[in-house]
């Protein structure tokens, strides 16, 4: 068992608060394994994510279309992905977190090489600016900010892989009507949504108050998440003007603590809802 995974998760939490405040930039803390966002520098995992969406989208052909992916995180993966096939792409995040060592897109280009497409000509002297640009994608790092520059009725398919449950409580809402506004007639947005806490796998940040847990000293320590339940999801979805379908859910038999630890605010939520961890939606303008 990793020593990660020996942690309480109020020993992360209490941890995570103190590193977060070092004076350390999160490339230092990336080399060592801590603050990770996400895995889309594995260059397998970054192809099945991308076909994953695309599949559950539904759109035949890429070709000329324009992708735009939420949370990139430590790589530019997906706009070397895109670019294979025929697509411009948009990364939209909240940082400059991916990597700019070269020799991670050098092997997702052979990767794509080897599947028969034709990525980007990369070179080992590229730095990262110099990809995008061979990529044909624009890489965003103000979040919400980037989001309302972006034109109308501009993007074919929107996608993230355990993105959306970190979108601040505040914006989440806003952030899928200019979903809804940039897509075009007929586009699509797809997303894996993961609900459970990011400390422990479990349900542990539902104990808290939102006024502590949306307090600067927790939602800036890279434990966040915004705690909307799979329903109040869905219910905000649909009034952004989406069709919804829901593809997938996982739930746990049980939930993995009793409902009395919540916080008063989740101890109303049905326990149906409660034990969904996982879930795959569709959203069709």
């Known amino acids: 068992m990793k020593i990660k995974q020996k942690i309480p998760w109020w020993t992360k939490i209490f941890l995570k608060i103190i590193l977060a405040r070092l004076p350390f930039n999160y490339q230092f803390w990336q080399n060592i394994g801590l603050f990770r966002h996400g895995k889309m520098d594995n260059t397998q995992y970054a192809i099945e994510v991308f076909l994953s969406h695309v599949k559950k989208s539904e759109i035949k052909e890429l070709k000329e279309k324009t992708i735009m992916e939420v949370g990139p995180g430590d790589s530019i993966s997906s706009a070397i992905i895109s670019y294979s096939y025929g697509a411009k792409s948009i990364l939209l995040d909240v940082g400059r977190y991916a990597k700019t060592n070269t020799s991670t897109y050098l092997k997702l280009s052979n990767n794509l090489k080897k599947m028969g497409y034709s990525p980007p000509d990369i070179v080992a002297s590229d730095n990262l600016e110099k990809i995008l640009i061979k990529s044909s994608a624009s890489y965003l790092t103000a979040g919400y900010k980037d989001l309302k520059k972006i034109k109308s ?32 007639k007929g586009g699509v947005s797809s997303h894996q949504v993961d609900l459970r806490d990011h400390l422990d796998e479990s349900l542990n940040n539902l104990r808290f108050s939102e006024k502590i847990w949306e307090s600067k000293l927790f939602t800036q320590s890279g434990f966040y998440t915004n705690r909307i339940r799979f329903d109040e999801m869905i219910a905000i979805f649909k009034d952004s003007k989406f069709n919804v379908e829901i593809k997938n859910i996982l739930k746990w038999d049980k939930l993995p603590l009793p409902k009395s630890k919540l916080n008063k605010k989740f101890q109303s939520v049905p326990e149906d809802v409660l034990k969904i961890k996982v879930f795959d939606v569709i959203l069709r303008k």
């Open 153 to 184: 009725e501009s993007i074919d398919l929107i996608y993230s892989q355990a993105v959306l449950e970190h979108i601040s409580l505040d914006d989440f809402k806003n952030t899928f009507n200019e979903f809804y506004r940039i897509l075009k």
